[in-house]
């Protein structure tokens, strides 16, 4: 590394590597120990300090076609349970992908240390999750994240890769249109860098932060989807926001926190304050011949589950996929049938004692320590949370390359896999699956570089007068209350249930926030301040709850993670055919469009259920 | 149930010799039912201290990043119910939130862990076989699953006393690395010995179970009876068992 001297005399650093991340959860790590595999110099930069990265709170379990608990399993099936929760606005060639690798992924993680739960043979075992025909999550309890990251982090750290720890990158150049490199500041002492790289990789996680009611952690502010679209990449699918239906609510200081699907996978069940198992009215029809009808069947599959048998019964409707059991908590709220404190009653407490604990430890410690309600003996108390967003860069399915050169995404920054709505357990294979697709072609692209592309002077001045500017405002806001505010806003008027003329407002107060956000003052120094920080967060929350507004006003259908009050059925003949494209012009202004996927081969087609289709319409 | 909390918050950094400068400062806000020490540190930020530095990220017991003292328990500030705490405080007193006092101060509540991060690079990873789906039952599984469901919280460490009086963060690799040491050594696929190193390298002879380690554990790992005495009975076996060394002279023994 050296020194260099921007313009206005700040000191910075410069450190030159092969292959930049920007992230440490599951894909970021995933994606170094493939690059230093390949023989990169790699740098990963992340805002936390390692191993506290989003990941970590995954519960349920990483999806993947093992077929250790059900041999009818196989990629085939996977591939269309993904398209079909997805409702095929999926990427399918992603869907292929990572329907085929995924379990390669998990079981090589067990070569590095991971320790999933057991099944009786001794082989990995396996859960049943929303929208998967077949037992197919890896798991270790409920808190399957943290053995993901644990691992990685373990395999990662003896592989070279140099990590820079709470860091925060705040801008990526381009220099003859290809990345460059980027900027970042230590968030510990305020000092300042450049890294010059031959190719990065964004692998930033999501932006459920811009929610009032989230279960993400506060790194989920959406800089990542920020920096690439303001180096240029196209942004896909961004109204696609997924509510999981299993947040905490009460008391309001842990509301949001996310309560696993684990839970309904174990034989939890759903209902209303009339006692009523209201899930049983919510069957879409393209799930009808999948689910029980009866409360009697229902049993007979969980029976069969807590007895390690195949079953034959057809799964309870607590199964379906997230946006349906979401919609329907909320269907249930709107007509008066709420439990106490606004959501729904998950009631796991009909299996002993000890089961519950074993299967489901961190669920028991939650709601012990933090609601004082004892899950073993009395039902949770769960209403939606924002927890996804299936949006992001558009990644070329094969390398993971956006659509400005050099510049690579993976998990969750990225967007293909998922459609309009994510399966559970998906989100942990992807990461696994796609972090190494990225790491691998970024690094190969990397090796065939020579040297580092210059980086012009007055950008790095420019942007390192912005991330000093809040420090110098006086008399403004605290960033927090518009923060706070912020996220009310997109709460009330990009929910989960939306209209349009609601959208409209939004993207009016977004350009209000805008100006209060210039005029923040934190106060305080360079030396970790948390206040200066977070003003530095808003400008990427404001640009990507746009986006959100932007794609959701105009898709007058409601499909997936997107429902429209105005617009309540799907459109299967022209919106279920398309996926949105956010791109920034050169003036500044932020542009939508609409385009399709690459029409899906026959022989993937005959795996996909021909009714769900409606081809020719 | 709305009542005025007042939390007295180290507020500082360190001098140029590292030693802590500061004061305590007295900061009054709103309590809600139901509340975390996190979520009342989080209201003094937003009404009152934006700078106060403070490390947290998930809220909900799972990364282990806000660790501190509060009224001098090491504890994690977001499972720490308010309700607890009040009880605990004796009336017209403040709640004190001082950080983590074994490690070096950055600022505020928050400290510097670096060691810990070099500590566990010298620990040698997994040896297992190279073909792929292993087995072994859950039996096996559970006693090491424990060991897995560490948070890196550092909440042991910070309250051993070979880290917190004697500071031997060179000699002993802490409560923390032990678990870590334990779930590799009991792995039931890992061929490599550690043994060694465990006795020499990160000094588990100093540790005298006094079990503080296990008390503070968030996440309930039974640090001194599952892993650290398990490991120790090894280390005898291996260097100190007059059997051991006489087998091992006659060759019947590696």
């Known amino acids: ?617 | 149930m709305t009542e005025d909390v007042t939390f007295r918050v180290f507020r500082g950094e360190p001098d140029e010799e590292g030693v802590p400068t500061g004061e305590m400062v007295d900061y009054t806000v709103e309590m809600d039912e139901g509340m975390v020490v996190l979520d009342v540190i989080h209201r003094i930020q937003a009404e009152h201290a934006p700078d106060m530095a403070c490390r947290w990220n998930c809220k909900a017991g799972k990364c282990g990043s806000c660790s501190a003292e509060v009224n001098g328990k090491p504890r994690l500030m977001c499972m720490t119910r308010m309700e607890d705490i009040m009880e605990e405080t004796p009336e017209e007193t403040p709640v004190v939130v001082k950080p983590m006092q074994a490690f070096p101060l950055t600022k505020d509540l928050v400290t510097d862990l670096q060691w810990a991060y070099d500590l566990n690079k010298k620990i040698p990873r997994l040896k297992g076989p190279e073909e792929m789906d292993w087995k072994f039952d859950q039996v096996e599984a559970d006693r090491i699953q424990e060991f897995r469901s560490c948070i890196e919280c550092m909440l042991c460490v910070n309250t051993c006393h070979v880290m917190r009086e004697h500071q031997m963060f060179e000699e002993f690799a802490g409560p923390r690395f032990f678990v870590r040491l334990a779930n590799l050594e009991m792995h039931p696929k890992d061929e490599d010995n550690r043994l060694e190193m465990i006795k020499d390298d990160f000094g588990l002879g100093y540790c005298n179970i006094t079990r503080c380690c296990t008390e503070v554990c968030p996440a309930g790992i039974n640090i001194t009876d599952n892993a650290i005495i398990p490991l120790k009975e090894r280390v005898v076996t291996e260097y100190y068992d007059p059997i051991t060394i006489v087998a091992k002279k006659l060759g019947l023994r590696n």
Not at chain 1, 275 to 295: C, H, I, Q, S
Not at chain 1, 341 to 357: N, T
Not at chain 1, 486 to 496: P, T
Not at chain 1, 552 to 557: F, S, V, W
């Open chain 1, 1 to 617: 590394m050296y020194c260099g001297v921007a313009e206005m005399t700040e000191d910075y650093t410069i450190h030159e590597y092969d292959v930049v991340i920007i992230g440490a959860g599951g894909a970021g790590l995933r994606a170094a120990i493939e690059a230093t595999r390949e023989g990169a110099s790699v740098a990963v930069i992340c805002k936390s300090m390692l191993g506290k990265a989003h990941t970590v709170m995954a519960e349920g379990g990483a999806a993947a076609a093992l077929a250790n608990k059900d041999p009818r399993d196989s990629w085939q099936t996977h591939f269309r349970d993904t398209m079909k929760g997805g409702k095929y606005l999926n990427d399918w060639r992603m869907a292929e992908i990572h329907a085929k690798e995924s379990p390669d992924r998990i079981r090589e993680l067990e070569q590095w240390g991971a320790i999933f739960d057991r099944t009786p043979e001794g082989l990995t075992n396996q859960r049943n999750f929303g929208g998967h025909t077949y037992p197919r999550l890896a798991h270790i309890g409920d808190a399957t994240g943290l053995e993901l990251i644990r691992t990685l982090q373990e395999r990662g750290i003896h592989t070279g890769m140099e990590v820079f720890m709470e860091y925060t990158v705040r801008h990526i150049f381009k220099s003859d249109g290809r990345v460059s490199g980027c900027f970042a500041y230590n968030r510990v002492d305020g000092s300042l860098h450049v890294f010059k790289a031959k190719t990065t990789i964004l692998a930033t996680g999501g932006i459920t932060r811009c929610w009032a009611v989230c279960s993400g952690s506060w790194e989920y502010t959406g800089e990542g989807h920020a920096l690439a679209y303001w180096v240029g990449a196209e942004m896909g699918d961004m109204e696609f926001v997924q509510f999981h239906p299993t947040g905490m609510i009460w008391p309001p200081s842990v509301r949001g926190i996310l309560v696993t699907e684990g839970v309904r996978g174990e034989g939890g069940m759903l209902t209303n304050s009339e006692g009523e198992r209201f899930m049983f009215n919510y069957v879409p029809e393209m799930y009808l011949d999948e689910f029980a009808d009866t409360k009697a069947e229902a049993m007979d599959w969980v029976n069969s589950i807590v007895a390690d048998e195949t079953p034959t019964a057809r799964r309870p409707p607590e199964l379906l996929t997230r946006d349906v059991v979401a919609k329907a908590i909320n269907s249930e709220r709107e007509a008066g049938r709420a439990s106490e404190h606004g959501g729904a009653y998950l009631d796991i407490s009909w299996r002993p004692e000890e089961q519950v604990k074993k299967k489901l430890p961190g669920m028991y410690h939650q709601f012990m320590e933090l609601a004082a309600v004892d899950i073993t003996k009395e039902p949770m108390e769960v209403g939606p949370t924002a927890h996804y967003v299936m949006g992001g860069v558009k990644v070329d399915p094969v390398t993971q390359e956006s659509t400005v050169p050099g510049l690579y995404a993976a998990g969750e920054a990225a967007t293909g896999l998922h459609g309009a709505n994510r399966l559970g357990g998906n989100s942990l294979s992807d990461l696994i699956t796609f972090g190494k697709r990225a790491g691998q072609h970024a690094a190969e692209t990397a090796a065939g570089i020579e040297g580092y592309a210059d980086i012009d002077a007055t950008e790095i001045a420019r942007v390192i007068s912005e991330t000093l500017a809040p420090l110098s405002r006086e008399g403004g806001e605290n960033p927090a209350k518009v923060v706070e505010d912020l996220r009310d806003m997109m709460q009330e008027k990009v929910g989960i249930i939306r209209q349009g003329n609601q959208l409209q407002e939004a993207l009016v107060d977004l350009e209000s926030f805008r100006v209060r956000e210039a005029l923040t003052s934190p106060g305080g120094t360079r030396i970790y301040n948390p206040g200066w920080h977070q003003a530095l967060e808003i400008g990427a929350m404001i640009d990507i709850s746009k986006m959100c507004a932007l794609a959701a006003l105009a898709r007058e259908e409601s499909r997936g993670g997107h429902t429209r009050l105005d617009f309540p059925t799907p459109d299967h003949s022209h919106w279920g055919k398309i996926n949105s494209v956010i791109t920034m012009e050169a003036s500044g202004e932020m542009v939508l469009n609409h385009v399709k996927y690459p029409p899906i081969p026959d022989n993937l087609k005959g795996l996909l259920d021909a009714d769900d289709l409606h081809e020719g319409e």
